[in-house]
């Protein structure tokens, strides 16, 4: 056993450059396991042989953490050996020449197991979280993806509910496909299945389940449907068959991330699992929908070709965020989902790359592996492969695709395998393109336009890929700008076509033009750049009217949006014209589509428009921007004042209620107007829509309207009354009270909030649900007291020794420090050196603090 410190002093960096082949090949592993609270026996029997890769006659070093060793056997013999703090070595000496089994037999304590990986409990249940290297912590063994071997499970207990992977077989589960031990998953327990039959394009029967508390059965219909969905479409989509006779989904309470897709036994955050119409909300369902497609593409693109070593994640984790918002888009709207995907790229892959945090897609060193499971890897990954898409082509995609299943089915590839199918299929040179795999940053892409006046038409490209912590210089890469031509009448003169930008700099000229053509860049946001271009406010609100390109109609407003915005923060502007004028039009446009003109309604967040000022060489002051933000709402909200009425009645959504994108869409849209119409009315309408709601996107939706104008207690404390008994709802309760505080309220709430009994900081969903949103609520966090920030320290030095994973992802709350202003800066370096002296740091919270004091 060892403590955190001792973990700690241990810590190492990990290189990219050092990988070496596993000394041995694992043929087959056979588990048995003895269930208790306190004292769970694990017996492994693992049948080995000299990996051929790695000549010589080596040790075999296996890891292990918080094991207790019990015994150990190799070809039936009694081995004298002594664990180390991470591992234990069997040494050459002791091996045969050829294959040879070693049986061990250990102990662990699930009930004990607060950090959630390994095996642990969660209310009663045992489960599993072995991604990435949590398996060492349920039995010694080679616990790196590249070492694949078959699985076969034994589980010992009273319980009625007893998975593994694989098929179910006389008591035992197999699992007949090799597998890394990442993959590996247990759960048993008190648990009810919703089932569904589901047949193979090629005839396959699987039985699907879907495992849930009892009491909770009632709420998986959804996901079942978004199940069948998802396999049914990666046959069509991808020819992607499913390889087993059942597949297990497990919604577990206490879980540190939306969900894993452990092989044939899906594990998942109840929250992603749950829903009915009284308790999700429409984007509940919508993330339901796509993480369980996620979960389930990743049966291919993940454990049937897995990863060679942790560096290559953006392989399996690109890949599949990618499929999953194909998937999305198909189910949905191509152009909403397209609009909600960068505007989460933006908030979050943007604000990570633009500070100490940032990294390559692909990194080349790391501490702990836990802390790379990030936006940059996983949606800037998908952005990347979108561009790889765009640049050869649908064509060259299904055939760069194939190729790659075909190629390495059963294998644990790298980025340079999957850049290799991409080359071997369609001939083209990738070596530029691979630069977006390793080079840190956000590219600034400016345009500046040219007309000759006699029907030439110039555009000129140019980038800078700005320096990011260890990489101070950068080299041009190959980006793709998709870009339209619109007439001054609005029609368009050139279709979307994609430019190749591949120096730092080109001029591309379009000829034959009758007048000069209002340009559309970046159309479908085509590459996951900053876009430099300087429109006029009557330019951009043309292009809201006109262009044909969803993505950057609705670009066009939310760029007037923002320098609307910024204005008013900067120079004390009055809220623009143009852009009251564009948003009456659109609110009362009932040719667009509803969830389009919600989005184009919503105004920029506040976070978002501390990094553009930021960008644009400002210090952002939080206080300032909250002020014009709420100005810029108001005036909006005057505006439409008129309107307003007959527009919500309008979004009515007749019928009892559907989860479908149409009617989600217009309750969207109803919200957006509803949240103006609160600034006007005290609440009048915000109340009437919670007390008259049958689902929880109203009821949810019209509080958080309530709330956001600082009113609503009344309707807070029905809505605990109403759901105090439901863990999932109350943590929307948590949430919508902390992101909607004021500034000077907000340390208050939260103390308030913290303290009461059912703040149970164990359970991920509830910690996030507070300290999340303390982080997520701008203003507040940065407000000049300084409150906010030592707040988030100090629960993250509490919650460092239970949970160090959920600490470190939540420390990313600080990464944007060096935005602000002298004080700011100051007094949040304070609050990290605060935490990288607590004693007994993680290795995964010291390194994020490490990191982020540079
Ligand atoms: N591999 C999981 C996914 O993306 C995420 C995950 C990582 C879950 C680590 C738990 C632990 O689907
Ligand atoms: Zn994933």
């Not at 000549?55 to 207790?68: A, K, W, Y």
Request: proline share 6%.
């Amino acid at each position: 056993m060892q403590d955190n410190a001792a973990q700690n002093n241990s810590a190492r960096t990990i290189h990219l450059a050092d990988y070496q082949p596993f000394t041995h090949c694992v043929d087959q592993v056979d588990l048995t396991f003895r269930l208790h609270p306190t004292a769970t026996r694990v017996l492994a029997k693992l049948a080995l042989s000299p990996n051929p890769a790695r000549p010589g006659h080596q040790d075999l070093r296996l890891n292990g953490i918080d094991l207790r060793l019990i015994s150990a056997r190799l070809n039936g013999a009694v081995l004298d050996l002594i664990a180390d703090e991470t591992g234990l070595t069997v040494p050459a000496t002791l091996l045969p020449e050829g294959p040879f089994t070693l049986e061990t037999e250990v102990e662990i304590a699930p009930a004990q197991n607060t950090a959630l990986e390994g095996l642990y409990m969660s209310n009663g249940l045992y489960c599993t979280q072995c991604e990435a290297e949590g398996f060492r912590k349920i039995t010694f063994y080679p616990d790196r993806p590249d070492v694949m071997a078959p699985f076969r499970v034994r589980i010992e207990s009273d319980l009625p509910v007893l998975l593994s992977n694989g098929n179910p077989t006389g008591g035992e589960w197999v699992d007949p496909w090799p597998k890394p031990a990442y993959l590996f998953a247990l759960v048993a327990g008190d648990l009810i299945a919703t089932s569904a039959d589901f047949t193979t394009a090629s005839g396959r029967a699987v039985k699907l389940n879907i495992w849930v508390r009892p009491g909770d059965e009632t709420r998986t219909d959804y996901a079942m449907d978004a199940l069948i969905r998802s396999m049914r479409w990666d046959e069509t989509a991808y020819g992607r068959e499913y390889d087993l006779d059942v597949f297990n989904i497990v919604a577990v309470d206490d879980f540190n991330m939306g969900a894993m897709e452990n092989k044939g036994l899906n594990i998942f955050n109840a929250k992603y699992v749950l829903a009915s119409p009284e308790t999700a909300t429409d984007d509940d369902y919508a993330r339901i929908e796509a993480i369980i497609a996620h979960e389930y593409f990743h049966n291919w693109t993940g454990n049937r070709i897995t990863c060679r070593d942790w560096f290559q994640l953006c392989l399996k984790e690109g890949l599949t965020v990618f499929r999953d918002q194909q998937f999305s888009g198909d189910m949905r709207s191509h152009a909403v989902k397209r609009i909600e995907d960068v505007l989460t790229l933006r908030a979050r892959q943007f604000r990570e790359d633009g500070g100490p945090l940032a990294h390559a897609v692909r990194p080349d060193s790391f501490v702990e592996i836990n802390n790379f499971y990030t936006a940059t890897v996983y949606e800037k990954g998908a952005e990347v492969i979108g561009m790889l898409k765009r640049l050869v082509g649908d064509d060259g995609y299904k055939q760069a695709l194939d190729l790659y299943f075909d190629r390495h089915d059963g294998q644990a590839a790298t980025i340079e395998d999957w850049l290799a199918v991409f080359a071997d299929a369609t001939g083209r040179d990738l070596a530029q393109f691979k630069r977006w795999y390793e080079q840190a940053g956000t590219p600034r892409v400016t345009v500046k336009e040219d007309w000759d006046g006699a029907g030439t038409f110039r555009l000129t490209l140019s980038q800078v890929n700005p320096p990011t912590p260890g990489q101070p210089v950068k080299d041009a890469k190959v980006i793709p700008v998709a870009v339209g031509l619109l007439n001054p009448n609005g029609g368009e003169v050139l279709e979307t076509t994609v430019l190749e930008l591949t120096n730092s700099e080109q001029v591309f000229e379009f000829n034959g033009l009758a007048a000069r053509p209002v340009p559309s860049i970046l159309r479908g946001f085509s590459a996951p750049v900053v876009l430099e271009h300087a429109v006029d406010p009557t330019t951009r609100a043309f292009l809201l009217a006109h262009d044909t390109d969803p993505f950057n109609k609705w670009e066009s407003g939310r760029a007037l949006a923002k320098e609307i915005l910024a204005r008013m923060v900067t120079e004390g502007a009055a809220p623009g014209a143009d852009w009251l004028e564009a948003m009456t039009q659109v609110a009362g446009d009932d040719s667009l589509d509803p969830a389009f003109r919600a989005l184009v309604l919503r105004l920029p967040g506040e976070d978002d428009m501390a990094q553009t000022l930021f960008a644009a060489g400002h210090v952002p002051d939080p206080a300032a921007i909250h002020a014009a933000r709420k100005r810029l709402g108001l005036a909006l909200a005057e505006r439409l004042a008129p309107a307003l009425p007959g527009l919500l009645a309008g979004t009515v959504v007749d019928g009892p209620y559907s989860p479908d994108a149409k009617a989600a869409g217009k309750r969207a849209l109803r919200l957006a107007l509803l949240s103006l119409q609160t600034r006007l009315d005290a609440g009048a309408a915000a109340s009437a829509l919670f007390a008259q709601a049958d689902n929880m996107t109203d009821e949810g939706g019209a509080l958080a309207c309530l709330l956001e104008q600082g009113i609503g207690a009344e309707e807070l404390a029905r809505f605990e009354a109403k759901w105090h008994g439901d863990r999932l709802v109350m943590d929307k309760w948590f949430s919508l009270q902390v992101l909607h505080a004021a500034p000077e309220a907000l340390a208050g709430v939260v103390n308030r909030l913290t303290a009461r009994p059912d703040f149970d900081m164990k359970n991920p969903n509830r910690f996030r649900s507070v300290m999340g949103m303390l982080a997520a609520n701008h203003a507040g966090f940065h407000h000049a007291d300084g409150a906010g920030y030592r707040l988030l320290a100090d629960w993250l030095i509490k919650l460092d020794p239970l949970n160090p994973q959920t600490a470190a992802r939540m420390s990313t709350g600080f990464e944007s420090w060096s935005r602000y202003d002298a004080d700011r800066q100051g007094m949040i370096r304070g609050e990290l050196a605060r935490m990288a002296a607590a004693p007994g740091l993680s290795r995964n919270l010291g390194e994020m603090v490490g990191r982020m004091l540079g």
